[in-house]
């Protein structure tokens, strides 16, 4: 795992100083080694920092030239099948110095070319990759995006790297903050692809290769796609698995085994993040199959009982019998942790999950230098509670007059999260385990707003929305066109479940969830692996039926049922639980003096980004505990911190 950055002008240029600066400035994601090369005539530098995982010695230093000299890269990631590719090329006739992945990447743009290349890779990368015989670069983002990769001009330069502090570097960049990009931040609390929040900067999408020419390095070429979500989904359905409920589990069992196994590969000590909710312990659990010896399991504690999971992890942990870690934080020390967060994220980013996120990481980089995590499983195997709530609203809904649906949700307004949860509380013993969840005021309030949609699509986009009108909120903010108004967004899909996984699978992953552990991770020098993502998985998972992932109202259901092969259900049977923190208690007591300041009414029309009155409204909600509205608040805090650290 690494930091990559570059430069590529059209008119020549020896710009290795300012690459070397562009990668110190990410110095973090590769503390082991780093390093710097440029042909001036080109007008090409590349930079890179190092985080040694395999092939700890010089001859994996990056970046790297091909054996044939017509190739150099600077990349981060791991190709988890370049053993496999060795010996392939290895038998064609190539030669290799080292036992590093990058030679093989090498070997294989040089045998088979980028675009046949990258289809064979199966693992996590973002690269820049430089061609002496046609000067031209190329850069290049794994099928689900896990790896982080920005692009853009200033003037006639083109630049690129991990992060957007990177590009910071080049002396004539001058940071212009988008404000349609703040609109998007607002809608779903991150700035999703291809944008970024300073104007003229992009986030490479997930599966696609970029070529620009030194020739016309102002030019503008857009992304081409080597792996389409779209058509491995549309493909799946239309060709979906036959076989019994006991055949898929043997293939997924078989399929998850594979994609840990190859996960488990490096130089340098690994563990796992463990929550004890299915997705982690699945992982751990095939982990500790393929161990000879206790894996190392971290996890985080919080003391309110409805944030913590560390009980249910400690009994799998157990089970399994780990090397098992736990951390009990107080809040002071979480709360700390968000004075970090600007610099961390870089761009402004409010998923409130990214605070233990960072803490999992910190603990577990204590004792080694790769983990496992099982982000994922929720968007390919159906677990988010919207998926099977979502076509259940809509259901039951779709033939009321918007009227009548109108007046139900302001109805359910007339009632705070918390009375609903103590309603919720005292009814407990006559409701079925199905409405059982956490934080049910959060939810009905959150129907509430959901309730006057006119489409599934809508309905949707109410789901996902943090601020539903943000361009209400956003001074001179024209929100970019995206899922809610492009067909190209819709799958061909006629379950409305499936329909969410998808659009799920596309924004909210890579733009929220990868993002997330990528900076928290990476922030630490802690490589992370995704085996739930291995493209294998995910090809096979979108062609099962919807039952064998949504069944009696519960998600993951195929999951389960390989998980119960290692793990008892009683230790895993629980209602689904946000990896979070009590932000909403957090904002009226020890973080209300900080958040006071960040919101005041003068300071927001000073800086001229915010419409102050509908901020300050929610604020004062909020703090009265009539509502709960530490998410849209939670966006336009991080928001605000992060310009005044960026």
């Not at 780990?322 to 402004?348: F, G, K, S």
Request: with cysteine.
């Amino acid at each position: 795992m690494c930091g990559i950055a570059g430069i590529l002008g059209h008119d020549g240029g020896d710009f290795s100083p300012v690459a070397a600066r562009m990668a110190e400035a990410i110095r973090y994601r590769g503390p082991d080694d780093h390093g710097v090369w440029s042909d001036p005539r080109a007008g090409i530098a590349l930079g890179h920092a190092r985080l040694s995982i395999l092939d700890l010695s010089a001859t994996g230093h990056q970046p790297m030239a091909s054996a044939d000299g017509r190739y150099v890269v600077s990349y981060n990631g791991e190709i988890y099948n370049f053993s496999e590719l060795r010996r392939e090329l290895e038998a064609g006739g190539s030669t290799f110095r080292g036992h590093s992945d990058t030679e093989v990447l090498l070997a294989s743009v040089s045998r088979w070319g980028i675009e046949a290349a990258v289809q064979r890779f199966n693992g996590m990368f973002a690269f820049a990759l430089w061609d002496r015989q046609t000067r031209t670069l190329s850069l290049g983002r794994d099928r689900l995006g896990e790896k982080p990769l920005y692009y853009g001009w200033v003037g006639a330069t083109f630049l690129f790297a991990s992060e957007l502090k990177a590009l910071r570097a080049w002396p004539e960049f001058k940071p212009e903050i988008d404000r349609s990009a703040v609109a998007l931040l607002l809608r779903y609390n991150y700035v999703p692809a291809p944008h970024a929040i300073y104007r003229g900067m992009y986030k490479l999408p997930a599966g696609t290769l970029l070529t620009v020419s030194s020739s016309a390095a102002a030019s503008r070429p857009v992304p081409v796609p080597y792996w389409s979500l779209r058509e491995v989904v549309e493909r799946g359905v239309a060709d979906p698995f036959t076989g019994s409920d006991e055949e898929a589990q043997v293939q997924l069992d078989r399929l998850l085994s594979e994609s840990v196994r190859l996960r488990m590969v490096a130089d340098v000590p690994l563990g796992a993040f463990l929550s004890g909710g299915i997705d982690s312990s699945a992982v751990v659990a095939l982990m500790q199959a393929h161990s000879p010896r206790p894996i190392k399991t971290f996890t985080i504690g919080f003391h309110e009982a409805a944030y913590d999971e560390a009980r249910y992890a400690h009994n799998v942990a157990g089970h399994l019998g780990t090397d098992h870690t736990e951390l009990y934080v107080a809040p002071a020390q979480a709360q700390a942790v968000i004075t970090q967060l600007p610099a961390l994220y870089d761009e402004p980013f409010a998923d409130v999950s990214q605070i233990p996120t960072f803490l999992v990481s910190q603990l577990a980089r204590r004792q080694v230098t790769v983990s496992l995590s099982g982000d994922g499983g929720d968007e390919i195997f159906g677990g988010y509670n919207r998926y099977f709530w979502g076509q259940r609203i809509w259901r039951n809904i779709a033939w009321m007059p918007a009227g009548l649906r109108a007046l139900a949700g302001r109805m359910m307004y007339g009632l705070s999260p918390q009375s609903w949860d103590a309603l919720f509380g005292a009814a407990g013993f006559l409701l079925p385990k199905s409405f059982k969840v956490q934080h049910p005021g959060d939810k009905l309030q959150k129907l509430a707003g959901i309730l006057p949609s006119g489409s599934r699509r809508e309905l949707y986009g109410g789901l996902v929305s943090i601020w539903r009108n943000p361009g209400e909120v956003v001074l001179g903010a024209t929100e970019p066109p995206g899922m809610f108004s492009d067909d190209a967004w819709w799958a061909d899909l006629k379950d409305f479940r499936q329909q969410m996984m998808f659009w799920d699978t596309m924004t909210y992953l890579p733009d929220d969830i990868l993002v997330k552990v990528d900076r928290a991770s990476m922030g630490v020098s802690l490589e992370t692996r995704l085996p739930i993502l291995d493209h294998r998985v995910v090809e096979f998972a979108w062609r099962l039926p919807i039952s064998m992932s949504i069944r009696n109202g519960r998600g993951k259901w195929l999951l389960r049922r390989v998980l119960d092969r290692y793990v008892p259900a009683a230790l895993i049977d629980r209602p689904k639980m946000g990896f979070g923190v009590p932000i909403d208690s957090w904002l009226r007591g020890p973080l209300r003096e900080w958040s006071e300041t960040l919101l005041d009414e003068r300071l927001l029309r000073a800086d001229g980004f915010f419409n102050p009155e509908p901020i300050r409204k929610k604020w004062a909600e909020h703090l009265s505990g009539h509502r709960n509205w530490q998410y849209p608040l939670w966006g336009v805090l991080m928001f605000q911190a992060w310009r005044r650290q960026a």
